[in-house]
């Protein structure tokens, strides 16, 4: 079982619907991120957060609105998303750079969304 | 031109050949490197980071070359369970932002 935890697994919703993404992680780490995974393209940066607070938003439209109540959790919150918006969702957490292990990625089973 | 290029596959090997990953990246700032490995459905998880003196871990060998920047995965002995999808990941220094992952590698072990 992997220490950063996603819910739901799976997501299918309609473009007028709102949903949030969960993630939550049991690492101690104290930088998490949102990533978007699509078929045939690299994994894409949609947000950071460092100590709480959003270090990186990396030109996401604003039907994705990400939040971070603490340094274990992550949500995603979804509101008008497109059938393009379908694509499995992952969270990661590391150290904050400068600390050891800051490099590597520890990454959640994903939420896999379907917008139809 | 992308900023990590990996050949997507798929490599299809059978068991016990060995077989190589070669993955390269075009900014010269790039300073630290890593071989994460996704499973079909699955997340990534990391591999093997690189040094720059190459590194090994049992069948898994990573070499890491500056001067014709990339980087490289050989896996000996290949067995099923190393069927899966190898990403490359480049880390140039800075901030979060700075990861940069491959569309990956497809290798399925034969029987």
């Known amino acids: 079982e992997t220490g950063v935890t996603q819910t739901p697994r799976h997501l299918v919703m309609g473009m007028t619907n709102k949903k949030s993404l969960k993630c939550e992680q049991h690492?101690?780490?104290?930088?998490m991120y949102w990533y978007k995974q699509s078929a045939k393209k690299p994994l894409e940066l949609m947000f950071v957060y460092s100590l709480e607070e959003r270090v990186e938003n990396n030109s996401v439209p604003s039907r994705f609105s990400p939040e971070c109540p603490n340094s274990s959790h992550l949500f995603l919150h979804l509101h008008t998303l497109q059938p393009e918006d379908s694509a499995l969702y992952l969270c990661?957490?590391?150290?904050?750079?400068?600390?050891?292990?800051?490099?590597?990625?520890?990454f959640g089973a994903g939420s896999r969304l379907t917008v139809l | 031109r992308k900023e990590v290029e990996q050949d997507p596959g798929p490599f299809n090997v059978p068991e016990g050949a060995t077989v190589a990953f070669n993955c390269t990246y075009s900014n010269s700032a790039s300073q630290s490197f890593f071989w994460y490995r996704q499973d079909c459905r699955k997340e990534p998880k990391l591999l093997m980071s690189?040094?720059?003196s190459g590194n090994e871990d049992g069948r898994f060998t990573a070499q890491l070359n500056r001067a014709s920047q990339y980087i490289s995965l050989l896996i000996r002995d290949s067995k099923l369970s190393d069927s899966a999808t190898y990403l490359c990941?480049?880390?140039?220094?800075?901030?979060?932002?700075?990861?940069?992952f491959g569309t990956g590698t497809k290798l399925q072990v034969i029987p």
């Open positions: 990941v480049v880390r140039r220094s800075g901030g979060y932002q700075k990861v940069t």
């Open positions: 690189v040094y720059s």
């Open positions: 990661a957490s590391s150290q904050v750079p400068g600390n050891a292990g800051a490099n590597v990625l520890t």
């Open positions: 690492l101690g780490h104290n930088a």
